[in-house]
T-cell receptor
Framework: EDQVTQSPEALRLQEGESSSLNCSYT??????LFWYRQDPGKGPEFLFT???AGEEKEKERLKATLTKKESFLHITAPKPEDSATYLC????????????FGPGTRLSVLP | DAGVIQSPRHEVTEMGQEVTLRCKPI?????LFWYRQTMMRGLELLIY????????DSGMPEDRFSAKMPNASFSTLKIQPSEPRDSAVYFC????????????FGEGSRLTVL
């Protein structure tokens, strides 16, 4: 059974204090790993797709990386507007378009 | 283009009542997903459709839940009868299947069953 775990559950940073969020996954055949951002009261918003180990994607202060067992979302010099819940999801080649989401990391960036 | 549109945004009902949630996907998207989000279980896939046909409904909790997609621009998720444990936020999402990974979510329907 595909599994996705995320750590830490919650993270508080000072503005400008860089850190990383972790997503660990177990799938038999990874089609893709995805990062989403979710603001309170909103639906998740797509950030990145990673397909193979060694791949990296960047967007503003965010950088996502992928290994065979985990992914990291690095946040460089975060700002208060980066506060949100960050969700990781995987897609297994066996299960069509089924996305399995992790529980998320709740990030708070304090001014 | 408008995003995924869900209604109602909030629904409060009493146990035993029928609840119908509605979704309009993004035009041109051939996949539609229904997810449920709770604090305890996170985001769980309930069912997804491809070209209006249900493909995987293994996440539908029980017979009280049913989903339909009568055409490419409309889907419903129905709960009958509703129970307090059904209280959650229900999200609809759509995607273009060939381009994996980017699900476009609606703003969700928050259901409270008393």
């Amino acid at each position: 059974e595909d599994q996705v775990t995320q750590s830490p559950e919650a993270l508080r940073l000072q503005e400008g204090e860089s850190s990383s969020l972790n997503c660990s996954y177990t799938v038999s055949g990874l089609r893709g790993l995805f990062w989403y951002r979710q603001d309170p009261g909103k639906g998740p918003e797509f950030l990145f797709t990673l397909y193979s180990a060694g791949e990296e994607k960047e967007k503003e202060r965010l950088k996502a990386t992928l290994t065979k067992k985990e992914s990291f979302l690095h946040i460089t010099a975060p700002k208060p507007e980066d506060s949100a819940t960050y969700l990781c999801a995987v897609q297994d080649r066996r299960y069509g378009q089924n996305f399995v989401f992790g529980p998320g990391t709740r990030l708070s960036v304090l001014p | 283009d408008a995003g995924v549109i869900q209604s109602p945004r909030h629904e409060v009902t009493e146990m035993g009542q029928e609840v119908t949630l509605r979704c309009k996907p993004i035009s041109g998207h051939d996949y539609l997903f229904w997810y449920r989000q709770t604090m305890m279980r996170g985001l769980e896939l309930l069912i997804y459709f491809n070209n209006n046909v249900p493909i995987d409904d293994s996440g539908m909790p029980e017979d009280r839940f049913s989903a339909k997609m009568p055409n490419a621009s409309f889907s419903t998720l129905k709960i009958q009868p509703s129970e307090p444990r059904d209280s959650a936020v229900y999200f609809c999402a759509s995607s273009r299947g060939q381009i994996t990974g980017e699900l476009f979510f609606g703003e969700g329907s928050r259901l409270t069953v008393l």
